[in-house]
C-alpha cells in the first residue's frame, strides 16, 4: 500500500489504532450513565492544559493530561454532590476551560501556528516521542478497562445497587474520569479536542443499536472504533482531507447504517414474531395454550398461530 | 441481625425517621409498611448505609455498618420497575454484578461465581431467558432479576423496598413464591411494603409507621387480626392505622 511507504502515515494509523481501541471501552460506561456529552467537557478543559504547556514550554500532552485529569476529577466531585446548580457549575468549568486556553495562547511569545492541530486533530503530526507517549497511556487504560470491567459496569449501571453493596462508588467514579481524561488526552491529536468525545460515543451508539448483550455491546464498539479509526485515517490520506472530521463523518456513517438497517429487520420481523414482553405469560407445559411438538423444540398455539421462543421474541412456525 | 437503637436517619442534614428501636431477628420475614412518607425506606436505606444515621445507633450483624466488611451479608433489591441502562445487558450479566461484594479488585470471575449466579438466576425462574436483554423483559420479570442480583453474592439477609408494587396479580403470586423458597432455606427478610396482604404466607412480623416513627410492632397474625377487625373493632381502630382496614379481605 502507498500510504505505508510513509513514517507519518504509520504513526498515523498506530495512533488512531490505539484511539479506536481505548476511546470506545471507556466511553461505553459513559454512555451508559448517559453522560455521553462529559468527554467534551473534559477536551475544553484539555485546551487549557494543552496552552499552558506551550507557554511555559513543557510538553502540551504532558500538561493537557494533568489538567484533563483534575478537570475530570472536579467534574465528577460536582456531580456527585447531585444540586441543582452542578450542570450550571460544569457549564461553567467547560467554557472556562477553552476561554483559558485562548487567553494562554494568546500570552505565550510564540504563538503555536499548529494550535488547530489540537482543536480539530492533525494525525499526521503525530511525532514518535508523541506515540511513545499515547501507548504507554493505552495500555494503562486498556489494563483498567478491561480488569475493572464487572465493577466499572456495575456501577454505571446501578449506582445506588453497587453503593449498597459496599463497592467504593466514589472511587470508581473518579477512576473512570480519569480513564476519560487520559483517552481525551490520546485522541486529542486524532480527532481533536473539539470532536473528542466522538470516538468514545459513536461506537457504542452503534453497539446499543445491534447488540444484545453488553459483552456484545463492547466487542461491536472497539470493532467499530477500530474499522473507522483506520478507515478514516486512510480516507483521510486519499482524500486529502482533515482526520479529524474525516474519522467522525465514518462513524456517524457506520452509525446511520446501522440505526436504519436494525429498524428494517425490525420492520420485517414485526410481522412474524412479537416480544416475549407482550406476552402476559411465558408460554410452557401447563399455559393453557396447545402445545405441538415441532422438530428439537416446542411450539405453543396462540392466537391461530404457532408461537417458538427464539431468544427474547417468540417467531411463528 | 440487625438492631436499631434510638436511630434518626436522613439524607443532607434532615432527619426523615426519628428515634426508631428496631430488632431484626435470623429467620424473621418482617414487614416495614405505612403510607409514602412515613420513612419506611429511609429506616432501610439507613441500615444499608445509603442514607445518613444522624443519632442513635444502627448495627447489622453486631457492628457499626461501616465496619461491616462482609457486606455480601446483605442483598439489597431497590425499588425500581427497570434495570435498563443506556447499553443492552443481559440478565445473566446484571445478576453476575451482585457477585462483585464477594470478589477482588481485578479478579475474574470463577466457575463457583457462574455457579452461583445461575443459581440465583434459576431460584427467580429465569434460567431460560438468562441470555435475554433486561430490556425485553416486562416488569415483573425484571423485578425478579433484581432479586436474583441481590441473591447472587449469598446473603443471609435480604432487604426488598416495594416488591410487590405495580405488579400483576399473577407475577405477585410469583414473587411471593419465590420469597417463600427463599425463606425455606433460611434467608431472613425484611421488606418495604404499602400492603401486606400479598405476603401473608411468610411474614413473621409487621412494624408500622408514620411520620417517621415506629406506631406499632406486631406479630404478623395480630397485624392481620388487626387488619381484619380494624373497621369494627373501637380498641383496635384506635391503636391500628385506620388504612390497615380492609387489608383481611384482599389477603
Given at each position: 500500500?502507498?500510504?505505508?511507504?510513509?513514517?507519518?502515515?504509520?504513526?498515523?494509523?498506530?495512533?488512531?489504532?490505539?484511539?479506536?481501541?481505548?476511546?470506545?471501552?471507556?466511553?461505553?460506561?459513559?454512555?451508559?450513565?448517559?453522560?455521553?456529552?462529559?468527554?467534551d467537557g473534559i477536551g475544553h478543559v484539555a485546551l487549557t492544559g494543552v496552552a499552558l504547556g506551550f507557554l511555559?514550554?513543557?510538553?502540551p500532552v504532558?500538561a493537557a493530561l494533568?489538567c484533563a485529569?483534575?478537570g475530570?476529577?472536579?467534574?465528577?466531585?460536582?456531580?456527585?454532590?447531585?444540586?441543582?446548580?452542578?450542570?450550571?457549575?460544569?457549564?461553567?468549568m467547560f467554557y472556562g476551560g477553552i476561554a483559558g486556553g485562548v487567553v494562554l495562547i494568546g500570552?505565550?511569545?510564540?504563538?503555536p501556528?499548529?494550535l488547530t492541530a489540537y482543536l480539530f486533530g492533525?494525525?499526521?503530526?503525530?511525532?514518535?516521542?508523541?506515540?511513545?507517549?499515547?501507548?504507554?497511556?493505552?495500555?494503562?487504560?486498556?489494563?483498567?478497562?478491561?480488569?475493572?470491567?464487572?465493577?466499572?459496569?456495575?456501577?454505571?449501571?446501578?449506582?445506588?445497587?453497587?453503593?449498597?453493596?459496599?463497592?467504593?462508588?466514589?472511587?470508581?467514579?473518579?477512576?473512570?474520569?480519569?480513564?476519560?481524561a487520559?483517552?481525551v488526552v490520546?485522541?486529542m491529536?486524532?480527532?481533536g479536542l473539539l470532536l473528542i468525545?466522538?470516538?468514545?460515543?459513536?461506537?457504542?451508539?452503534?453497539?446499543?443499536?445491534?447488540?444484545?448483550?453488553?459483552?456484545?455491546?463492547?466487542?461491536?464498539?472497539?470493532?467499530?472504533?477500530?474499522?473507522?479509526?483506520?478507515?478514516?485515517?486512510?480516507?483521510?490520506?486519499?482524500?486529502?482531507?482533515?482526520?479529524?472530521?474525516?474519522?467522525?463523518?465514518?462513524?456517524?456513517?457506520?452509525?446511520?447504517?446501522?440505526?436504519?438497517?436494525?429498524?428494517?429487520?425490525?420492520?420485517?420481523?414485526?410481522?412474524?414474531?412479537?416480544?416475549?414482553?407482550?406476552?402476559?405469560?411465558?408460554?410452557?407445559?401447563?399455559?393453557?395454550?396447545?402445545?405441538?411438538?415441532?422438530?428439537?423444540?416446542?411450539?405453543?398455539?396462540?392466537?391461530?398461530?404457532?408461537?417458538?421462543?427464539?431468544?427474547?421474541?417468540?417467531?411463528?412456525? | 441481625?440487625?438492631?436499631?437503637?434510638?436511630?434518626?436517619?436522613?439524607?443532607?442534614?434532615?432527619?426523615?425517621?426519628?428515634?426508631?428501636?428496631?430488632?431484626?431477628?435470623?429467620?424473621?420475614?418482617?414487614?416495614?409498611?405505612?403510607?409514602?412518607?412515613?420513612?419506611?425506606?429511609?429506616?432501610?436505606?439507613?441500615?444499608?448505609?445509603?442514607?445518613?444515621?444522624?443519632?442513635?445507633?444502627?448495627?447489622?450483624?453486631?457492628?457499626?455498618?461501616?465496619?461491616?466488611?462482609?457486606?455480601?451479608?446483605?442483598?439489597?433489591?431497590?425499588?425500581?420497575?427497570?434495570?435498563?441502562?443506556?447499553?443492552?445487558?443481559?440478565?445473566?450479566?446484571?445478576?453476575?454484578?451482585?457477585?462483585?461484594?464477594?470478589?477482588?479488585?481485578?479478579?475474574?470471575?470463577?466457575?463457583?461465581?457462574?455457579?452461583?449466579?445461575?443459581?440465583?438466576?434459576?431460584?427467580?425462574?429465569?434460567?431460560?431467558?438468562?441470555?435475554?436483554?433486561?430490556?425485553?423483559?416486562?416488569?415483573?420479570?425484571?423485578?425478579?432479576?433484581?432479586?436474583?442480583?441481590?441473591?447472587?453474592?449469598?446473603?443471609?439477609?435480604?432487604?426488598?423496598?416495594?416488591?410487590?408494587?405495580?405488579?400483576?396479580?399473577?407475577?405477585?403470586?410469583?414473587?411471593?413464591?419465590?420469597?417463600?423458597?427463599?425463606?425455606?432455606?433460611?434467608?431472613?427478610?425484611?421488606?418495604?411494603?404499602?400492603?401486606?396482604?400479598?405476603?401473608?404466607?411468610?411474614?413473621?412480623?409487621?412494624?408500622?409507621?408514620?411520620?417517621?416513627?415506629?406506631?406499632?410492632?406486631?406479630?404478623?397474625?395480630?397485624?392481620?387480626?388487626?387488619?381484619?377487625?380494624?373497621?369494627?373493632?373501637?380498641?383496635?381502630?384506635?391503636?391500628?392505622?385506620?388504612?390497615?382496614?380492609?387489608?383481611?379481605?384482599?389477603?
Amino acid at each position: 500500500m502507498e500510504l505505508l511507504q510513509y513514517d507519518f502515515m504509520i504513526r498515523a494509523l498506530v495512533a488512531s489504532l490505539m484511539v479506536g481501541l481505548t476511546a470506545p471501552m471507556v466511553g461505553i460506561y459513559l454512555v451508559q450513565r448517559r453522560l455521553a456529552l462529559i468527554g467534551d467537557g473534559i477536551g475544553h478543559v484539555a485546551l487549557t492544559g494543552v496552552a499552558l504547556g506551550f507557554l511555559t514550554g513543557t510538553a502540551p500532552v504532558g500538561a493537557a493530561l494533568v489538567c484533563a485529569v483534575l478537570g475530570a476529577g472536579a467534574i465528577e466531585l460536582i456531580r456527585a454532590r447531585g444540586r441543582a446548580s452542578a450542570d450550571v457549575a460544569l457549564a461553567v468549568m467547560f467554557y472556562g476551560g477553552i476561554a483559558g486556553g485562548v487567553v494562554l495562547i494568546g500570552l505565550s511569545a510564540d504563538r503555536p501556528a499548529n494550535l488547530t492541530a489540537y482543536l480539530f486533530g492533525a494525525i499526521t503530526t503525530t511525532s514518535g516521542e508523541d506515540l511513545a507517549v499515547f501507548a504507554a497511556l493505552s495500555v494503562a487504560v486498556l489494563a483498567v478497562a478491561v480488569g475493572l470491567a464487572p465493577r466499572l459496569f456495575a456501577v454505571s449501571n446501578d449506582e445506588e445497587f453497587a453503593r449498597a453493596s459496599g463497592m467504593n462508588v466514589m472511587g470508581l467514579n473518579l477512576l473512570l474520569a480519569a480513564l476519560t481524561a487520559a483517552t481525551v488526552v490520546i485522541s486529542m491529536r486524532v480527532v481533536g479536542l473539539l470532536l473528542i468525545s466522538a470516538l468514545m460515543i459513536l461506537p457504542n451508539a452503534v453497539a446499543q443499536v445491534v447488540a444484545t448483550s453488553f459483552r456484545s455491546s463492547l466487542l461491536i464498539a472497539v470493532a467499530v472504533g477500530v474499522g473507522v479509526g483506520l478507515g478514516g485515517t486512510t480516507a483521510s490520506y486519499y482524500l486529502n482531507t482533515p482526520s479529524g472530521g474525516t474519522i467522525v463523518l465514518l462513524a456517524i456513517a457506520v452509525f446511520l447504517v446501522a440505526t436504519l438497517t436494525t429498524a428494517a429487520r425490525r420492520a420485517v420481523h414485526s410481522r412474524r414474531a412479537h416480544d416475549l414482553a407482550e406476552h402476559t405469560h411465558e408460554h410452557g407445559p401447563g399455559c393453557g395454550h396447545p402445545a405441538i411438538e415441532h422438530g428439537d423444540h416446542v411450539d405453543y398455539e396462540h392466537d391461530g398461530h404457532r408461537h417458538a421462543i427464539h431468544g427474547a421474541h417468540y417467531d411463528d412456525h | 441481625m440487625v438492631e436499631l437503637v434510638h436511630a434518626s436517619i436522613g439524607y443532607a442534614e434532615r432527619p426523615v425517621v426519628h428515634d426508631v428501636d428496631l430488632r431484626v431477628d435470623r429467620g424473621e420475614v418482617v414487614a416495614l409498611v405505612g403510607p409514602n412518607g412515613s420513612g419506611k425506606t429511609t429506616v432501610v436505606r439507613g441500615i444499608l448505609g445509603l442514607a445518613t444515621v444522624m443519632s442513635g445507633q444502627v448495627r447489622v450483624f453486631g457492628t457499626p455498618l461501616d465496619h461491616l466488611r462482609e457486606r455480601w451479608r446483605i442483598g439489597y433489591v431497590p425499588q425500581r420497575h427497570t434495570v435498563v441502562g443506556a447499553i443492552p445487558s443481559t440478565v445473566a450479566e446484571v445478576v453476575a454484578s451482585g457477585r462483585l461484594p464477594r470478589k477482588r479488585w481485578f479478579s475474574r470471575m470463577t466457575a463457583a461465581d457462574r455457579a452461583a449466579v445461575g443459581e440465583a438466576i434459576e431460584l427467580v425462574g429465569l434460567t431460560a431467558r438468562q441470555r435475554v436483554p433486561v430490556a425485553n423483559l416486562s416488569g415483573g420479570q425484571q423485578r425478579r432479576v433484581l432479586i436474583a442480583r441481590a441473591l447472587a453474592c449469598g446473603p443471609e439477609m435480604l432487604i426488598m423496598d416495594e416488591p410487590t408494587a405495580g405488579v400483576d396479580a399473577e407475577n405477585q403470586a410469583r414473587l411471593v413464591n419465590t420469597l417463600e423458597n427463599l425463606v425455606a432455606q433460611g434467608l431472613t427478610l425484611v421488606v418495604v411494603t404499602h400492603e401486606i396482604a400479598p405476603m401473608r404466607s411468610v411474614l413473621t412480623r409487621a412494624v408500622m409507621m408514620r411520620d417517621g416513627r415506629v406506631e406499632a410492632d406486631l406479630p404478623a397474625a395480630a397485624a392481620f387480626g388487626a387488619a381484619l377487625t380494624g373497621g369494627s373493632d373501637a380498641h383496635h381502630a384506635h391503636s391500628v392505622p385506620g388504612w390497615l382496614g380492609g387489608l383481611g379481605s384482599t389477603g
